[in-house]
């Protein structure tokens, strides 16, 4: 055998021990569960996992199912983790949450984390991902966690328009019976595939070289019963982009509101309407109270595919949850949501949009049976 | 690598996209050509290959594969539950060439969801994405890819096949749901700061 030909050799068995060379995935992943919590850790199933190293970086491929079990006497409705990646860490943080559960005291169940992390070669040893609970919402609107990420309110509002959803659907089904239910649910599937999309870009803090821009004032949708009134807004608008946002609230209940979270749908010259963003805002606002929020962002709109810049003719905001200083939520009812324009721009809630998927996947028969599963 | 050791179809239709890593690559290729069935499969899933390019050119622009494909998912299940419903009972045991062609075109449709499935998920643009300063997000083909200056990605991935709706919000965040084939929803968020 040559020389050149052992060489070759060689070469290929280093190749495939770098390649084999990955760390264990299920050492790969820290799971940091405080002693206080209320869930036990019971395992994590890796699946197909793996790690490799492919040139000088690392690729963790983790296909992995975590399990838990519910140590308290309560139902849990919702968890959110905290995803943290060595060295991804600055610039943001990652979180996977999982709404719309109901997990009764003592019961086991999963939560899947799906993650690729791609990264310059690790230490070996080394725990490429953190996992952590940042929060468990309850049956009660209780909640635990160190809510690094907002996920009280967030599991809140999502487990509050859950039951908002399902007494509809079930209202539905209680006063027409199936087929009406039916029907619900594919106008609803039927609307859904006809809202029209924008892809859109947000560059936050960005100092750029503007093409002409103008003032537009918003439009403000008038939800009922809403604890905040969008009293007037205005945004710098070009064909390209819009940018700058700023909007004045007053509060309108009798208790204190800590944060809200707007809408903002754009118009285009046709005259269809898109859900182009949500606008967040923490606020301090006392009964009666005003406050104006500014945001230093531009939101780049265009049409799928093509890429096309949407000429914006309009803008229209509306209050789609708020948050009281005592952690309550307030979220607007079907009927506020059946309103024309949100009508045709807004998507489903989650839990509408698991219930969809039940319908889909398995039928009528199985929807009415999760709708009676939470009764 | 032995005759009888037959690399997994799958592989198979890596090898006949060139998307095999090069080593894996050189181990089938040298199986194909001493084994006259993988041979065979290889060069079937190279017409269909060659057929997909075709069939795609004529095909309008912005076309949602993914969702194409779990549509054809949902409706052969449907289907299936409906022609359950109303098949006469037979005697169990007895080869009906129909179940067999039922069963060839199931597979056929999966096998077809999942290529052109794989194909768009090389494809598809950024439906949405967040940028401050050098951190940036976007929806990828996989779900929410999150890079960083150091050259590090983050993938919060969503499930296979399934829809995904992207929604963002002027802080910085950037969300993709999506109900996994167990029914669970799942909801991956990355705020950047």
Redesign the interface.
Known sequence: MSKLIKFGWLL?AA??VA?DAGLDPARAVRIDLPKDAPLAFVGLDPGDSRTTNRGG?TVLDL?ATLTFRNATQQRIRGISLL?T?Q??T????????????DVAPGATF?V?V???????MAVAGAPLVDVAVDGVLFDSLGFYGPDK?GSRRTLTVWEVEARRDRKHFAAILSSGGSEALRQEVVGILARNDARP?L????????VTVMEAAAPVTFAFMRVPDAPVELAEGVAMVSNAEVRS?KVELINRSGKGVKHVDMG?IVRDAEGRDY?A????ADVNLGPGERATVR?D?A?RLMR????AAIGIAGMTGFVQSVEYSDGQVWVPTRAALGQPTLRSAL?PS??E??LL??Y????LDALIAELKRFQ | MRNEQHPDVRELALLAGGDLPWWRKWQLTRHAKGCADCQAELGALKDVRREFARAASELPAGLDWQRLEFEMRANIRVGLAAGEAIRPREIAGRWDWRAGFAVAALATVVVTGWFLGRQNRVSTAPVASVQAGYAMAQSGSEGIEWKQRSGAVLTLMAPAARPVSYTVNTEGGLSARAVDEAGQITISHVQID
């Open positions: 290929a190749t495939l390649q970086a296909r995803i990646a060295e991804v600055p610039g943001g943080k990652g979180s996977v949450a999982a709404p719309s559960l999963p899947r799906n993650m690729r992390l791609m990264k310059p990420l999309r892809d859109v870009q947000v560059s936050r803090n960005r946002p903002w859900f963003a949500s606008l967040p945001k962002t939101l799928p595919a093509s890429g998507g989650p839990e949009q698991r998927e039940i889909r996947a398995k039928g």
